[in-house]
């Protein structure tokens, strides 16, 4: 049996236990890169690991916090690179992996150290091998079927600054305090006794892995909640938005009623062939302002008018073919917000298109094969990013905004319908297909 320094848990442990931490993150979290270049990645950052904390093992104490730092950073290198993650993201799950694998390598080494010490078990190469698989493949299967659980809230989740230094803040004491008795084995908070210290590490490591995983489900929960009541103020906002319209347009269009019938009376009395030149020109308008936006079906009617308006003033095209009667089966608060959001997404989108001419948005509703098809098209300057099938919001602030693809999902998913998205050479396109009865 080699010679065995208890104090210092071997080096490979921890190598191990942290980069088994990181995959772990990896594999429930959105993906930046694509498979073959994740696997180098990690077989590449394990290497490191193995290597450097197995050649620094036993090195002075002063240069434990340094080393400590810089495994750190090596699993959040990883996770960075291989996640879809903006930066206080990947720092905050690296700092959950940094926990779960000082509680790992821990609970291993303390494991070996008490079957060694009361159990006279000979402690050789392949003894270490053995248990190092089981206990690390009982620990992490655990804490993956965990992750998994939660992995709709990795996915989608972005920490905020509160978030991460809090996240940050937990993960720092945890570690302070489960190895306080290596780094500083005179104060009054530290133990002389080799069980003591490991019982001490591993509980602290424990007690931060339970902390930051119930700080996660609180997060995830808060955000959940957060989502809904926004995507709510946006059904709510969109229909009154469409009732504002209905009004307006109400009135506008009574107003060209009577205007017909003047129209009509002075053509009577002129007779001069330029003034009733004129006059049929503005007859001809008001004929083809009644004609356009007439779907069948009420809602859309107005909504079309409405944005169409606004497309007017703003140099923008907005051309439809819409069968508005198929629509009948959704409910109007539905086909408010759907719309809207649909019609307000292409016009922000177009809006930033310097030349007019390519500002251009294309709406199609129609009923194909037992389906309903509706396709919105548009123009697009910006480069657009993906994540989990929806454009990344190009705003600053992303936890307030991005929320109008989310909610046409939200929409669709009622009716057992399906939403795709493309964007390829300047086109935008958003398909919808929903399934019809009968």
């Keep these: 049996?080699?010679?065995?320094?208890?104090?210092?848990?071997?080096?490979?442990?921890?190598?191990?236990?942290?980069?088994?931490?990181?995959?772990?993150?990896?594999?429930?979290?959105?993906?930046?890169?694509?498979?073959?270049?994740?696997?180098?990645?990690?077989?590449?950052?394990?290497?490191?690991?193995?290597?450097?904390?197995?050649?620094?093992?036993?090195?002075?104490?002063?240069?434990?916090?340094?080393?400590?730092?810089?495994?750190?950073?090596?699993?959040?290198?990883?996770?960075?690179?291989?996640?879809?993650?903006?930066?206080?993201?990947?720092?905050?799950?690296?700092?959950?992996?940094?926990?779960?694998?000082?509680?790992?390598?821990?609970?291993?080494?303390?494991?070996?150290?008490?079957?060694?010490?009361?159990?006279?078990?000979?402690?050789?190469?392949?003894?270490?091998?053995?248990?190092?698989?089981?206990?690390?493949?009982?620990?992490?299967?655990?804490?993956?079927?965990?992750?998994?659980?939660?992995?709709?809230?990795?996915?989608?989740?972005?920490?905020?600054?509160?978030?991460?230094?809090?996240?940050?803040?937990?993960?720092?004491?945890?570690?302070?305090?489960?190895?306080?008795?290596?780094?500083?084995?005179?104060?009054p908070f530290s133990s002389r006794f080799v069980l003591e210290i490991f019982i001490i590490r591993t509980l602290v490591d424990l007690g931060g892995v339970a902390i930051l995983y119930a700080y996660h489900i609180q997060l995830g929960e808060l955000k959940t909640r957060f989502e809904v009541h926004k995507l709510q103020e946006m059904l709510n906002m969109q229909y009154n938005n469409y009732m504002m319209l209905e009004k307006s347009i109400s009135a506008v269009n009574q107003k060209y009623h009577d205007l017909k019938y003047q129209i009509a009376i002075l053509k009577q009395g002129i007779h001069a062939e330029e003034g009733k030149e004129y006059l049929e020109q503005m007859e001809r308008e008001i004929k083809s302002y009644e004609a356009q936006n007439k779907t069948g079906n009420k809602v859309l009617d107005t909504i079309l008018t409405g944005k169409s308006l606004y497309c007017q003033d703003s140099w923008i095209e907005l051309t439809s073919v819409v069968d508005g009667k198929e629509l009948e089966f959704m409910d109007p608060m539905d086909i408010s917000t759907l719309f809207g959001n649909i019609l307000d997404n292409a016009i922000e989108s177009v809006s930033r298109i310097e030349h007019k001419e390519k500002r251009l948005i294309h709406l199609a509703v129609v009923r194909q094969k037992g389906f309903l098809r509706i396709r919105a098209e548009n123009c697009y300057q910006d480069e657009l990013v993906f994540e989990n099938g929806l454009p990344v919001t190009t705003k600053k602030d992303k936890n307030y905004h991005g929320f109008g693809l989310k909610s046409i999902q939200n929409t669709i998913k009622k009716y057992n319908g399906s939403v795709a998205i493309s964007a390829k050479d300047g086109w935008f396109e958003l398909r919808i297909l929903i399934p019809l009865a009968g």
């Design 1 to 187: 049996m080699r010679e065995i320094n208890w104090v210092n848990t071997p080096g490979y442990y921890y190598a191990i236990a942290y980069w088994l931490a990181s995959y772990l993150i990896i594999l429930t979290a959105p993906k930046r890169q694509e498979r073959k270049k994740r696997g180098i990645s990690m077989i590449l950052c394990g290497v490191l690991l193995v290597s450097i904390m197995t050649a620094t093992h036993g090195s002075s104490e002063k240069l434990f916090i340094p080393f400590m730092v810089l495994y750190f950073f090596m699993m959040g290198a990883a996770v960075y690179y291989n996640c879809a993650y903006d930066l206080k993201t990947a720092v905050y799950f690296t700092a959950r992996a940094f926990i779960i694998g000082e509680f790992a390598a821990s609970l291993e080494w303390q494991i070996i150290f008490f079957l060694v010490n009361y159990f006279d078990i000979p402690l050789n190469y392949l003894v270490d091998m053995a248990f190092l698989v089981a206990v690390h493949g009982i620990v992490f299967t655990i804490m993956y079927q965990l992750e998994k659980k939660n992995q709709d809230v990795n996915r989608n989740i972005t920490i905020n600054r509160k978030e991460f230094f809090s996240a940050l803040t937990i993960a720092v004491a945890v570690f302070a305090v489960s190895n306080l008795s290596y780094v500083l084995q005179k104060s």
